[in-house]
């Protein structure tokens, strides 16, 4: 599920304002003296007053117009670069926040302050190493501090550097331990390190010191889906949704709520739920260019135009293609389909749907948000309607039964998984079965959903199977340390797999078997009919339900009982995968 950040301090909390509005002020001088300020310092003095005071009211917009006002009286006033960053910080213009929170860091005479904050934004960013070097300056000279250790220990946790994390905040906690902010951090990294049921308690207690608590309370949810239990997660997501405000938040939470109903088949909600994807709340919402008005669940879809959007990633794409074989039947002979999905996947997308235009999406981002369009052919086409493709459930998959049970819904080009039946044909005999094992991005929570690959060791040695790599990206250390350790995986000629994904279709519709997590290669396959086993968390959602894979029938998953602990997972494949062997050899 999304995280929320367990981050602390607010640059524009009453406290801070009132800070910042003291040094704003010029300085007392001894009676007689005159004050010497020029006209433009009194100026400048005036304009950040009344941008702090937009800021209080949040119009940040405005507050931001003055700072950059007072910056071009003073364009090396620290004070001023510190309120344009915080106004526009809490404007969402991150970006260009972080740019001037760094020019108030060289100028600033409160530079440690001016650290903090900056160090926060750092790691919204994902610039870890630069929070973390902030806040150390910070504690440098503030040792002790609750909020910079926090903030800390978080920057330290989201690099995956768990001991060190749970070494500072134990050490805080024991000179403040009613401190409730720490216990839910020390939470969060137990829980992201894979101790999911040992971060329980940490939980409880921030509950205990306080129960508004709501983000160790939805912390506390993902951690319950994570323990295979989705309705006490559920239960504990709509408590937290009662005590938020912050957009960024309420969004966050309702985009869990969504993936967690689509994880127990809660159908006819969670899809109306995960519209909240779309909310620029959101850092990671995509906003699309329209074409026509926007599709809704009971639109007339007969002879008309629609363009339907790919989103999310890679393999998100191709799990919510599901439907559009049901879109095509609804827009009849007389209707068009305009297809933009990723550039890789336009000649699979094409053959699967012949009658459909289907075109490249492009995406840019912009002052940190995500825009794509459509690449439209020339002269564009009338368009009627437009939609997300995810939005198509609404009404086409609001219950288990509306899954069609035919094996795929995509079309592998049928003269590439002959040649690759050829080539695996020559290769010798055997049980020609496709492992990977990880994705392109292993960092924080994602690492726990992927099985480590020294305990797909029990798997790699069954004998009797030719095991065929499809792990794109770099994968040199694990084959080098299976080949060290006995076990080979052949990886097969002349075939791009992380790019090449219309011949990496081909190669997964000609082996006998894949197996690995839920991955862009794993999605392909399934969609293409091939047989999947599929390594999952009992916080998958993308089966959309407690078992198998509704839009994939060819697909059996194989789920940890506790979040982390795979060792049991890889003997049971292993075990069915020697029985699969057996099965062959009898045949």
Known sequence: MPALDSLVGDAASPEALSRLSRASRPARRAVGKKAGRSPAASRATLLLQSSLKAIAAQDYAEASQLALKALKLDERSG???????????????????????????????????????????????????????????????????????????????????????????????????TEPILWNSLGTVLSERGDAAQSLPFYDEALRLDPDFYKARYNRANVRMGLGQPLLAIADIDEALTGVTAPTEVATMKMAKALTQMAVGQLDQAFDTYEVRLDTALADAVTFAPGGERWAPGDTLAGRTLLVYGEQGLGDEILFANPLGDVVEALGPDGTLILA????????????????????????????????????????????LWTPMASLFRQFRTRAEAFPATRGFLTPDPDRVAHW????????????????????????????????????????????????????????AELEAARAAGLEIWTPPGIDLKDDLDDLAA????????????????????????????????????????????????????????LGEWAEVMDRIATALSAEVAQRHAA
């Open 79 to 177: 004070l001023a670069w510190h309120i344009l960053a915080i106004a526009q910080e809490k404007a969402g213009d991150l970006v260009q926040a972080f740019t001037a929170y760094e020019a108030a860091v060289r100028l600033s005479a409160d530079e440690a302050t001016v650290a903090f904050d900056l160090g926060r934004l750092a790691h919204r960013l994902g610039y870890l190493e630069i929070a973390e070097k902030l806040l150390t300056r910070y504690l440098s000279r503030h040792p002790g501090n609750v909020e910079a250790t926090n903030n800390l220990a978080c920057a330290l946790r989201d690099q995956n550097r768990y001991d060190e994390a749970i070494e500072i905040l134990r050490d805080v906690i024991g000179i403040h331990p």
């Open 341 to 384: 999905v990723e550039h890789r996947l336009v000649p699979l997308f094409q053959r699967s749907y012949p009658s459909a235009t289907v075109v490249r999406h492009r995406s840019v981002r912009h002052l940190g948000r995500l825009y794509r369009a459509a690449d439209l052919p020339d002269p564009v086409p009338p368009i009627d």
């Open 421 to 476: 039946r050829d080539v695996l044909a020559g290769a010798g005999p055997g049980l020609n079965v496709g492992v990977l094992w990880k994705s392109l991005i292993m960092k924080g929570a994602r690492v726990r959903v992927y099985s480590p690959f020294e305990m797909w060791r029990p798997v790699l040695s069954v004998p009797g199977v030719r095991f065929v790599n499809l792990q794109y990206g770099d994968a040199s």
């Open 507 to 562: 190669l997964c519709a000609a082996l006998d078997l894949v197996i690995g997590p839920a991955t862009a290669t794993t999605n392909i396959a399934a969609a293409c009919g091939a047989p999947v086993w599929m390594t999952s968390t009992g916080e998958a959602w993308s089966g959309f339900g407690p078992k198998g894979y509704l839009c994939y029938p060819t697909v059996e998953v194989f789920r940890t009982a506790v």
